[in-house]
């Protein structure tokens, strides 16, 4: 059964601050995407990731996808308030199509 | 609106009652993914269709669960026989061709009383 943990679960921080996510697993993915999620609505797609040690910046946002396509990381500088949320990670199997998602690191940035 | 549109966005029932759940896909996505999703957790697959075809169910969605894509475009979810433990926001996403990355409703929230 392939699963992805995330952490930290929860992380409060003030705004300014530099944080990283974690999203790791034992099996292999095709993908990587990351999400976030805020209260009440649907998962919006921050970015894919698809080959192995692939880095990706989204402005203050960085991804990275390890070498060997297990585990990926989120980094945000330079937080605000604004990217307060729940990061999700969702791995595309090696296998069919269907995508598992992690429990997610819910963020909050205090102004 | 182009976007993966899912109705109502809230749902509340009595124990025991039937619901039933749309999503209209983006329009040329083949894919229509199902998920649920509780308080604290990330989103649990449930089932996926490609066109009308229901390729995969998870061992989550028991016989009182039903989805159907009769034409390879809106999808419906039933639940039957609703019980409390199905509170929880379901969750319709959308995608094309050999994409993993899916795009997402807002969701439709279930309360069961």
């Known amino acids: 059964t392939q699963l992805l943990e995330q952490s930290p679960q929860f992380l409060s921080i003030q705004e300014g601050e530099n944080l990283t996510v974690y999203c790791n697993s034992s099996?292999?993915?095709?993908?990587l995407q990351w999400y976030r999620q805020e209260p009440g609505e649907g998962p919006v797609l921050l970015v894919t990731?698809?080959?192995?040690?692939e880095v990706k910046k989204l402005k203050r946002l960085t991804f990275q996808f390890g070498d060997a396509r297990k585990d990926s990381s989120l980094h945000i500088t330079a937080a605000q308030p604004g990217d307060t949320g729940l990061y999700l990670c969702?791995?595309?199997?090696?296998?069919?199509?269907?995508?598992?998602f992690g429990a997610g690191t819910r963020l909050f940035v205090k102004a | 609106d182009t976007g993966v549109s899912q109705n109502p966005r809230h749902k509340i029932t009595k124990r025991g009652q039937n619901v039933t759940f749309r999503c209209d896909p983006i329009?040329?996505?083949?894919?229509l993914y199902w998920y649920r999703q509780t308080l604290g957790q990330g989103p649990e697959f449930l089932t996926y269709?490609?066109?009308?075809?229901?390729?995969?169910k998870s061992r989550l969605l028991s016989d009182r669960f039903s989805a159907e894509r009769p034409k390879g475009s809106f999808s419906t979810l039933e639940i039957q026989r609703t019980e409390q433990g199905d509170s929880a926001m379901y969750l319709c996403?959308?995608?094309?061709?050999?994409?993993?990355?899916?795009?997402f409703g807002q969701g439709t929230r279930l309360t069961v009383v």
């Open positions: 990731v698809v080959t192995g040690g």
């Open positions: 099996s292999v993915f095709s993908s």
């Open positions: 996403a959308s995608t094309w061709g050999g994409r993993t990355e899916a795009f």
């Open positions: 269709f490609q066109n009308e075809a229901q390729l995969e």
């Open positions: 969702a791995g595309g199997g090696t296998g069919g199509f269907k995508t598992i």
């Open positions: 329009s040329e996505h083949n894919r």
